[in-house]
């Protein structure tokens, strides 16, 4: 284990976020998790979806 994570987490003992802020990045990560869910399960709309088979123009001389 890396020396400064070491004192980081030490630093979080010392000062724990406060509770608003980790009910936000339960939130957040609430959110990714359904967002992940919707998509796995085919309910994500296909205009929220990049399109990522998107062919490279070729630079041709």
Not at 31 to 46: D, F, H, Q, R, T
Request: hydrophobic letters at 50%.
């Amino acid at each position: 284990m890396n020396l400064h994570w070491l004192f980081r987490m030490s630093q979080w003992v010392r000062n724990p976020p406060s509770a608003g802020r980790v009910k936000l990045v339960f939130a957040v990560v609430a959110v990714c998790a359904v967002i992940v869910g919707l998509e796995a399960m085919g309910w994500w709309p296909e205009w929220a979806t990049t399109d990522s088979h998107r062919l490279r123009p070729s630079i041709r001389p």
